[in-house]
């Protein structure tokens, strides 16, 4: 009996599990590969499954997930049973760690399953996650481990994104955009990702070289805001790689430039442009001031209560730990879609993240510990999210130390040299 040919969906889908497991995890013959899934995109974690192991992996482990059952946990489970991690979870977490696996997540969570949760539960998970898994995250952190994030079409993100299309029709639209935002599309989407990497190359050295103090923000919204730099930051973008010289790309996709800011170096007001999506929750219309590096105060005409959660997660999760470039007429901006996934909304906006800041934007910062980062100006904390402030007229001006103003973006894009 001969086979039936392939769908395009399927041939897609070959095609990103390939890029997914040999781009963006650089699995190597012989690793580990630690994989997250929801188990509404059960059938896909198969197929990266199938294809890291035709890749030569050692092993893969897959965990599963459940945004229904999650959210029962939440309604139903008291404070303290968030304040701690299973032991069996944390061991998982760092012995994968340990053996040097590489950590994949793939994402297509409904942008607002877990509205009205306490969002002092959500803190809660968060801080015995990073307590408990110390290991795993210091090996992510400090670039010791390959992790990727990567999206899968969900009945129930579909929905959202598209509300007026009926589910099948919804969801088949979003996996054609997710594999657009990929560069699916293109006959080789590994080579098609190494020439975006290599892309990258000329903008974050041109702005290596500036040295820039600070950057300073303003749109008509409101955003008015200076961000200083520490002396030693560095720029990145287009992919990473660990201390051993593993390339990988942690998100796909991705359309931006970043570094780390000086966490005690931020003053002034900023305003969002998109929605941002933080743990099921939907938090729109915002604004937050900073002083001496610290939100001291912030509003939000929807989620002003999750909101408050991030910023007070712990010590240090009111100060900034990233701020990124991305031109508003980025590919996925020009798509017209709004995502509600931050993986993908960051890239069609210049963001900042409240949080933990990047080691590897700082020379010889992954030889450094975690308290010789803080006093560099790196900014620690249990918890790292993106939220965007791209507009069509953004304007952002490097200042260096001697005063030199040099414009970097007009009208939401680069300027000069960086264009």
């Known amino acids: 009996m001969t086979a039936s040919p392939a769908t395009a969906l399927e041939v897609n889908l070959e095609k990103y599990a390939r890029l997914i497991v040999e781009a963006g995890c650089n699995l190597q013959p012989g690793q580990e590969l630690f994989l997250t899934s929801s188990v509404d995109t059960a059938a896909f974690a198969r197929l990266i499954t199938r294809t890291a192991y035709e890749r030569g992996a050692k092993h893969v482990t897959v965990r599963y997930t459940d945004e229904q059952i999650s959210r029962m946990h939440y309604d139903n489970c008291a404070l303290e049973v968030f304040e701690t991690m299973p032991e069996w979870a944390a061991l998982l977490n760092n012995s994968m760690a340990r053996e040097g696996a590489a950590v994949l997540s793939i994402i297509s969570e409904d942008p607002e399953v877990m509205t009205g949760i306490d969002p002092a539960k959500a803190v809660a998970n968060a801080r015995a996650a990073h307590?408990?898994?110390?290991?795993?995250?210091?090996?992510?952190?400090?670039?010791?481990?390959?992790?990727?994030?990567a999206g899968a079409a969900?009945?129930?993100?579909?929905?959202?994104?598209?509300?007026?299309?009926?589910e099948a029709?919804?969801?088949?639209?979003?996996?054609?955009?997710?594999?657009?935002?990929?560069?699916?599309?293109?006959?080789?989407?590994i080579a098609a990702w190494e020439a975006h990497r290599a892309s990258f190359a000329a903008r974050t050295r041109l702005l290596n070289e500036q040295r820039f103090d600070a950057l300073r923000y303003r749109t008509a919204r409101g955003t008015d805001f200076t961000v200083g730099l520490p002396e030693k930051h560095l720029w990145n973008g287009g992919g990473d790689t660990t201390t051993s010289g593993t390339q990988?790309?942690?998100?796909?996709?991705?359309?931006?430039?970043?570094?780390?800011?000086?966490?005690?170096?931020?003053?002034?007001?900023?305003?969002?442009?998109?929605?941002?999506?933080?743990?099921?929750?939907?938090?729109?219309?915002?604004?937050?001031?900073?002083?001496?590096?610290k939100a001291v105060s912030f509003e939000a005409e929807e989620g002003y209560d999750t909101l408050k959660s991030i910023i007070e997660t712990d010590e240090n999760s009111c100060r900034l730990g990233e701020v990124a470039l991305v031109p508003f007429d980025s590919p996925i901006r020009n798509s017209g879609i709004l995502f509600y996934n931050t993986l993908y909304d960051e890239n069609a906006s210049c963001h900042l993240a409240l949080g933990q800041g990047f080691p590897d934007c700082y020379e010889g910062g992954t030889d450094k510990d975690a308290d010789e980062l803080l006093q560099a100006g790196v900014n620690k904390s249990a918890t790292h999210v993106d939220f965007m402030i791209g507009t069509d007229d953004l304007s952002i001006e490097g200042i260096k130390n001697d005063g030199t103003i040099v414009p970097v973006f007009e009208n939401g894009t680069w300027t000069g040299i960086f264009a």
């Open 169 to 189: 029709e919804a969801v088949e639209k979003l996996w054609d955009a997710i594999f657009t935002t990929a560069r699916v599309h293109e006959n080789d989407p």
């Open 131 to 149: 307590a408990a898994c110390k290991e795993f995250y210091d090996a992510l952190d400090f670039g010791r481990t390959v992790w990727c994030i």
């Open 154 to 166: 969900s009945p129930a993100w579909a929905r959202k994104v598209f509300p007026d299309m009926p």
């Open 248 to 293: 990988f790309f942690p998100n796909i996709p991705t359309e931006e430039v970043f570094t780390t800011p000086h966490r005690l170096r931020a003053e002034g007001t900023v305003v969002s442009a998109l929605p941002l999506i933080h743990n099921g929750t939907l938090i729109d219309r915002f604004s937050i001031t900073f002083e001496n590096g």
